[in-house]
């Protein structure tokens, strides 16, 4: 694993703690909570960019700049109103496609080569996937409506991360402005369509901040150099690591119980995994970062 695969996969251990802080952060509404979490994301990344001085930023094209405010907002507008519509097991395996979906694409990117190790890892490592989202006692009847959101939301956030690909010399530092971009455009669909809830104790505003730094916040920034300068291939199936690590961080907060079905998850995402990364031993040269 090169660095920039192991700072990619950052991003999957960030995202674990995503249901957990979520939970802690009610009753705060998904646009509000969004608008939120990526003002703080964007706060960090203007930080970040600092260092560099804006500079960095002027010379990247508007279309850019629309292509990833697109890949983060329509992402995560789909998946809340696909939950709101449809609150069921199947809303969440369908959303958790992604993975799949970015091992599949991958293999229409320049230099890359899409082999039978890697289907068979990425299909394994759904069905880990797949028995710890069924096994969720969400509830909620099933929407035709939502599970098309969900499918959608899954196919955005795949083609956001290959495409990321052939945006190699595009600076990190973008990410700053996709996710500033996301929070305006979470503001103005929260005064649309929803009522304004503040976090009801300290622990919630906590929770909020964890969010913005963490999960909806850097992990942006390190997916962004794992996608572009990583192995993208084992990366969308060590993916799947994170509907496991996140049941086990609820189930370590005592809001979810430790099951046989968790154990036997944890063991077909790790073998997944594991195909994935023996198929991804011999490595093309990836494409030049900014």
């Known amino acids: 694993m090169n660095k920039a695969t192991g700072i990619g996969f950052t991003a999957v251990l960030m995202w674990a703690l995503l249901a957990l802080f979520t939970i802690g952060s009610a009753p705060v509404p998904p646009f509000l909570l969004n608008a939120l979490c ?7 990344g203007l930080i970040w960019t600092a260092r560099k001085g804006f500079g960095v930023l002027r010379g990247i094209s508007w279309k850019v700049y629309a292509f990833g405010t697109i890949g983060l907002f329509g992402y995560h507008a789909l998946y809340f109103t696909a939950f709101r519509l449809a609150p069921a097991a199947e809303t969440g395996l369908i959303a958790y496609l992604w993975p799949l979906f970015i091992v599949l694409l ?6 890359e080569r899409l082999g039978a190790m890697h289907i068979l890892g990425a299909l394994i490592a759904f069905a880990g996937a797949a028995l710890i989202v069924l096994g969720r006692d969400q ?10 959101l969900a499918f959608g939301c899954a196919l ?7 495409l990321s690909r052939r945006l190699g010399d595009v600076p990190t530092e973008s990410v700053t402005v996709y996710c500033l971009a996301t929070a305006a455009l979470s503001v103005v669909a929260h005064l649309a369509l929803e009522e304004t809830v503040w976090p009801a104790s300290p622990t919630g505003w906590l929770a909020v901040l964890a969010l913005g730094i ?15 300068k990583g192995d993208i291939q084992f990366l969308g199936v060590a ?28 063991v077909l995402i790790a ?20």
Do not use: C, H, Q
Not at 218 to 225: M, R
Not at 245 to 259: D, E, F, Q, R
């Open 156 to 162: 955005t956030w795949a083609a956001y991360s290959v």
């Open 239 to 266: 993916s799947y690591a994170a509907p496991l690590l996140s049941t086990l961080a609820l189930v370590g907060a005592g809001y979810a119980p430790a099951t046989l079905t968790l154990a036997m998850a944890a």
């Open 214 to 228: 963490g999960p909806v916040g850097i992990a942006f920034f390190t997916w962004d150099i794992g996608m572009k």
């Open 38 to 44: 990526f003002g703080i994301g964007g706060v960090i």
């Open 139 to 148: 509830g909620g009847e099933v929407n035709a409506l939502g599970l098309l």
């Open 106 to 111: 991958s293999g229409l990117l320049p230099g």
């Open 271 to 290: 073998g997944g995994a594991a195909l994935a990364a023996r198929a991804g031993a011999r490595r093309v040269k990836p494409a030049r970062a900014g």
